[in-house]
């Protein structure tokens, strides 16, 4: 069975910095989209970023652009969300989700999750 375990959130200061890790197991990146998405309390659920099986496209949910950047490192089946200029309504379970080659339509396979806590 595919897993997808995230790791890197944790409690930040607005504006500060965190990198979040999505590494994979059992499925390969190469014929794989992964896409992150974020959870907080009492909201739905909403996608944040996403890059597709080859690499060459990323999508952002407009509230991220310019703070956000996916990327990938396939020798180590991990992808990444450098989140930079953090706000406190960033403040999520922010998730990562596998589904085939392109980033539209529903995902697949889960991760448990990682909090993200944007406070002073």
């Known amino acids: 069975q595919s897993q997808l375990v995230e790791s890197g959130g944790g409690l930040v200061q607005p504006g500060g910095s965190l990198r979040l890790s999505c590494t994979v197991s059992r499925l390969t990146l190469d014929f794989h989209a992964i896409g992150w998405f974020r959870q907080a309390p009492g909201k739905e659920r909403e996608g944040v970023a996403c890059?597709?099986?080859?690499?060459?496209?990323?999508n952002y949910a407009d509230s991220v652009k310019g703070r956000f950047t996916i990327s990938r490192d396939k020798a180590r089946n991990t992808v990444y969300l450098q989140m930079n200029s953090l706000k406190a309504e960033d403040t999520a379970i922010y998730y990562c989700?596998?589904?085939?080659?392109?980033?539209?339509?529903?995902?697949?396979?889960w991760g448990q999750g990682t909090q993200v806590t944007v406070s002073s």
């Open positions: 890059i597709s099986s080859s690499g060459g496209t990323t």
């Open positions: 989700a596998a589904k085939g080659y392109y980033c539209s339509g529903d995902f697949d396979y």
